[in-house]
């Protein structure tokens, strides 16, 4: 899939969007473009992720998200957190004690 290109006319030369890391103008004159580092997808699934690790319920996290289940949220984004059981057990042990 292309990555979507903008040009400076669109935009102005005055906004500088190179400065905020977010990407590139390449090119000169009217074939200048401006080349993203990141496409929306990969903005969505960090949210989505950085949601579920510092805590929000599933639920909200889903419903933010627009999936219809709950288990299809956690299918893809449970996966990018693997300290999610290691934090869980220290809960339980802060709870309980150890044995």
């Given at each position: 899939?292309?990555?979507?290109?903008?040009?400076?006319?669109?935009?102005?030369?005055?906004?500088?969007?190179?400065?905020?890391?977010?990407?590139?103008?390449?090119?000169?004159?009217?074939?200048?473009?401006?080349?993203?580092?990141?496409?929306?997808?990969?903005?969505?699934h960090?949210?989505?992720?950085?949601?579920?690790?510092?805590?929000?319920?599933?639920?909200?996290?889903?419903?933010?998200?627009?999936?219809?289940?709950?288990?299809?949220?956690?299918?893809?984004y449970?996966?990018?957190?693997?300290?999610?059981?290691?934090?869980?057990?220290?809960?339980?042990?802060?709870?309980?004690?150890?044995?």
């Amino acid at each position: 899939m292309p990555v979507p290109t903008c040009t400076p006319e669109t935009f102005g030369e005055s906004w500088r969007r190179r400065e905020s890391g977010i990407g590139e103008w390449e090119g000169e004159g009217r074939r200048k473009v401006f080349r993203p580092k990141y496409r929306l997808y990969e903005l969505r699934h960090t949210g989505a992720t950085n949601l579920l690790k510092v805590g929000v319920h599933p639920r909200v996290a889903s419903e933010w998200l627009g999936h219809s289940r709950v288990a299809f949220t956690m299918d893809v984004y449970s996966a990018s957190l693997p300290d999610m059981q290691e934090e869980a057990a220290e809960k339980m042990e802060a709870m309980y004690g150890s044995a």
